[in-house]
């Protein structure tokens, strides 16, 4: 045994872990022991160790998980999609605080819901298959797309938002020719405005689909949201988007 080494009960102290945690770093070869007694099993640990062990604590502190670890020991650049993951979670615990404030202050499904006979409309869209996590992008990306004709901005989503593959469209309203064209009917339809941002769209939409499953109406697909005020022209907290869902003839 060289002196030099010191227990494993000795090093956690130094290193500000426990014993069970350098065992567990051990068993995932994260942090192996200098030497380990043969005949007693005791673990033996070289002072030189001590900045890796102090890294992986470091890094278990701000939830790097374990198997990325050894990558980051490796390359610190590895670190990079941790902090991606964290800036994720940050920015949906904003979303959320959001819109748990304007629950507080709007009370919870109280939307304020029209019944109204909406005229046809005829729009040229641009269509994307999509994730449910990437609808967003997919109308922006749909909205580029149909830059240059004029008119009134429009989205068309499924009403089912179960499916893995999601067809959603961007559209404009006008009276142009060509390209891929949807022919909006006429009738009846629940429609609501929501200003502010569209992550928060799923507040307006609850409060829709309550609005009209308690008067025993049926929604009928697509969902159509009209973009009354849109990025191009305002900040997230004044946009205004209004939802309109088709309905079928109330049973009575």
């Known amino acids: 045994m060289t002196e030099h080494l010191l227990p494993i009960g000795e090093f956690a102290r130094m290193c500000r872990l426990s014993t069970k945690q350098l065992r ?3 068993s995932l070869g994260l942090l192996t022991p200098a030497e380990v007694d043969a005949s007693t099993g005791y673990r033996y640990y070289s002072a030189t160790q001590a900045r890796r062990a102090l890294a992986i604590a470091l890094l278990r502190k701000l939830d790097v998980p374990l198997p990325e670890i050894a990558e980051a020991l490796r390359d610190e650049r590895v670190l990079g999609r941790h902090l991606g993951r ?4 940050i920015e949906h615990r904003r979303r959320t605080a959001r819109a748990l404030t304007r629950l507080l202050d709007e009370g919870l499904l109280r939307q ?4 109204v006979q909406e005229p046809a409309r005829r729009l040229v869209v641009h269509r994307t298959v999509c994730a449910l996590e990437e609808i967003g992008s997919a109308v922006g990306h749909g909205m580029r797309a149909l830059a240059d004709l004029p008119g009134p901005r429009w989205g068309l989503f499924p009403l089912d938002l179960d499916a893995s593959e999601l067809t ?7 009276d142009a020719p060509g390209g891929d064209v949807e022919q909006l009917p006429a009738g009846l339809v629940a429609m609501t405005t929501h200003v502010g941002p569209y992550e928060d769209l799923t507040l307006a939409y609850q409060g829709l689909f309550a609005w009209i499953y308690e008067r025993g109406h049926r929604p009928l697909g697509p969902a159509r949201e009209a973009y009354l005020a849109g990025p191009l022209t305002s900040t997230p907290e ?5 939802l309109i869902i088709p309905l079928e003839q109330n049973h009575e």
Do not use: I, M, N, W
């Open 24 to 26: 567990h770093y051990d």
């Open 86 to 89: 964290v800036e994720a979670e």
């Open 112 to 115: 304020e819901v029209s019944l």
């Open 168 to 174: 959603v469209a961007a559209g404009v309203e006008t």
């Open 238 to 242: 004044q946009l205004v988007t209004r």
